[in-house]
Each structure stands twice: as C-alpha cells, then as structure tokens.
C-alpha cells in the first residue's frame, strides 16, 4: 500500500503564526503554506509582516497579515474577530511570539518580568482560547501548538523570567490538552534548540559560547530553521490526530545528552 502522504497535507486549512515577522516564526509560516495551509500573519510591526507574507506570496500560496500584540487581550480579540470574520475560523495556531531579556536575577524587576510572561504564556493562552472559540461548532478541530523552548527543560543563568514562561508553556500545553481534547482540539509543543535568530543573534557571536554549545550537542551543529518544519506540519497536520499534549523537541539530541 502507498505510504498515505495526504495525511501531512495542509490543504484547506487556515494557519494563524503570531510573531511572524521575523525568525522561527517567519520560517514557520512558510513551511505551513508550502504544506498548503493558508497563513495568516501576525505581529506588531506592519511593515515587517509586509515582507514575510512576500516571501509567501513568492510560492503562489495565499496569505494575510493582521496587525497583533499577543501582550494585549484587546488586541488579541480584536485580532481574532476580525480573521474569523473576513477569512474564516482558523484551523491550526502557532504561538510562537516571544520576547527575551538576558540579566542577573537580582536585577530583574517587574517591568521585565511581567513584560516576558505576557508576551509568552499570557498571550499564548488568550490566542488559544481565542482561537477556541472562534470555531463554527463545538467539534470543530482546531490543532494548537505553542513553541516551547530548551529552558522549558533545563535552567539556564540570566534568563529566568523567559525559562518560567516557556516552562509555564508546557504546563498549559498539557492541561488545555486534557481539557479541550473531547472538544476535538489538539494542543502540542515544538521545542527548537539551538538556532540562530535575532533574539539571540548576541550569542553567536560570541566563538567561546558557540564552541560550549556545540560541545554539549550530540549531532555537533546549530539548528537550521528547516529543521522545524517537519516537526511543525506533522502536529499541524492529521498525521498527528491522535497526538495531543505532547512536546517534541527538535535540538539536535541535546536532552537525550544531558
């Protein structure tokens, strides 16, 4: 029997990416709409979300940008109203938006944490119960998958208020997954390793760090962003419809390692 690759189509689908302007999220986003989904971009800079819908559009694959600060509700549910109404109830989320400040414990204040949490967790969870809702009945399947991180895991000096939030993310992964799956909604983490944006453009331009990093990486290189797309389809996808509250990590082996 033929190996049923329609199970990894996107076809029809309506993918939403937050903080697709730049990054992973970027990459993302055209991995999905190579996949077949219609994207739909989202993040705070117009202009931005301007160049990375082009680079989709480059494909031949539909896409909209849409104006969002996942740290506001307001936003988020203007956000949503405004997709459902004018391009259709979303079939897969992507919470990828993401902020991080690198500083000693002691000098972290409240500004920066709660700036990190509510761009982090407290967004990914009003995207998801946005997303939730919008849906045209009450077993309508929505797949959700928020973008973990290595600190959900592991801790990591200098960057607690970012490691609380995305261990704080899988927390919500698995107790919206529990509570939503009756309600045919999948929720699912990508956890990217090691790979160079520019949130931590600053670390790879240190060759000491990069060499320590390396080290400690079984495959022995950073993560190039076509290395979650795989990953990303496969939860996006009904390939995975029997897989919900689950984490997958794409970090080149380095937990298995440690």
Not at 2 to 8: E, I, K, M, S, W
Not at 55 to 64: D, F, M, N, W
Not at 107 to 112: A, I
Not at 131 to 160: E, K, Y
Request: hydrophobic share 45%; proline share 3%; charged share 15%.
């Amino acid at each position: 029997m033929a190996f049923p690759t329609d199970l990894f189509s996107l076809e029809g689908k309506i993918a939403l990416v937050t903080g697709a302007t730049r990054g992973i999220g970027r990459h993302l986003a055209q991995g999905l709409a190579n996949a077949g989904a219609r994207t739909v971009l989202t993040g705070r800079d117009s202009a931005a979300l301007v160049g990375s819908a082009e680079a989709i559009r480059g494909i031949g694959r539909e896409v909209r940008c849409v104006v969002m600060d996942v740290s506001s509700v307001a936003s988020i549910h203007a956000a949503f109203a405004h997709v459902t109404e004018t391009i259709g109830p979303i079939d897969v989320l992507i919470n990828n938006a993401g902020v991080e400040t690198i500083r000693p414990s002691l000098e972290v204040d409240e500004e920066t944490w709660d700036r990190i949490q509510d761009t982090n967790l407290r967004g990914a969870f009003f995207c998801s119960q946005a997303a939730a809702s919008a849906r045209p009945s009450a077993q309508s399947a929505l797949s959700i998958i928020n973008v973990c991180s290595l600190t959900s895991q592991v801790g990591v000096p200098q960057a607690v208020p970012y490691g609380a939030s995305k261990s704080g993310l899988v927390g919500m992964t698995r107790a919206l997954a529990a509570e939503w799956a009756s309600m045919n909604i999948r929720v699912n983490g990508l956890g990217p390793g090691y790979f160079r944006t520019q949130m931590t453009e600053s670390f790879y331009r240190d060759p000491a760090w990069r060499t320590r990093m390396l080290d400690k990486i079984p495959m022995a290189r950073f993560g190039e962003h076509d290395d979650l797309i795989g990953a990303t389809v496969f939860l996006a996808s009904n390939a995975s419809a029997y897989v919900t509250g689950q984490v997958i990590y794409v970090d080149g082996g380095y937990l298995a390692s440690i």
